[in-house]
């Protein structure tokens, strides 16, 4: 094994995590968009902790962003 080969090992790997980062929001950012639209308005309305379910995920919107670049800045040490 190079140490060619074993550098590029660790960019593959670290491409891999980040663009998994970046996947898991997407669909989650993705999937609580989709509840919001008119079609999918019951379940929008389930209530979740007092919430209704479209309203708690758009707030979580912005913290599960910033548990998603902790991991990130923690990884990239």
Do not use: E, H
């Not at 379910?53 to 758009?58: K, N, R």
């Amino acid at each position: 094994m190079t140490p060619g080969s074993a550098s590029n090992n660790a960019l593959k790997k670290k491409a891999l995590f980040n663009f998994s980062l970046f996947f898991i929001f997407f669909i989650f950012y993705l999937v609580s968009a989709c509840i919001q639209t008119p079609t999918f308005k019951d379940i929008a309305y389930l209530p979740v902790l007092g919430l209704p379910l479209g309203v708690l995920l758009s707030l979580l919107v912005f913290p599960v962003s910033w548990i998603i670049m902790i991991i990130w800045f923690w990884r990239s040490k």
